[in-house]
């Protein structure tokens, strides 16, 4: 049985460290690529409603910079349905463990996923 799921990138540096750091520590982790996700809008209500829409955009991305005004402003309105559209907008990796939420792979996300 999966004790993980990895959402990101395939081309994603910080995604590949992540799993393979989890991997090194003995997890058992799913990989899935959100650009080719069937479940990713079902999910990203969950997501949001976890971690908060601040959390989980990335608004640093080259795929921000290229949105325009009207794109920009689902954020507010519909973010879900903006981070369906654009899914490198999410940042990475959204790590589901055990029915809780971790975005990113900082610290405190390794910490609470037992790497400290």
Not at 35 to 40: E, K, V
Not at 80 to 109: D, M
């Amino acid at each position: 049985m999966t004790d993980l799921i990895l959402y990101g990138l395939k081309t994603c540096d910080t995604c590949r460290k992540a799993l393979s750091a989890l991997e090194a520590a003995g997890r058992s982790v799913d990989f899935v690529d959100v650009r080719n996700d069937p479940g990713l809008a079902a999910r990203l209500p969950g997501w949001i409603a976890a971690a908060g829409v601040d959390q989980l955009a990335n608004t640093r991305s080259t795929t921000w910079r290229g949105l325009d005004e009207a794109a920009r402003a689902r954020l507010a309105s519909d973010p879900a349905g903006l981070l369906a559209a654009h899914p490198a907008l999410i940042k990475r990796p959204v790590i589901e463990a055990g029915g809780a939420v971790h975005v990113g792979w900082t610290p405190p996300v390794r910490a609470a996923l037992g790497l400290g």
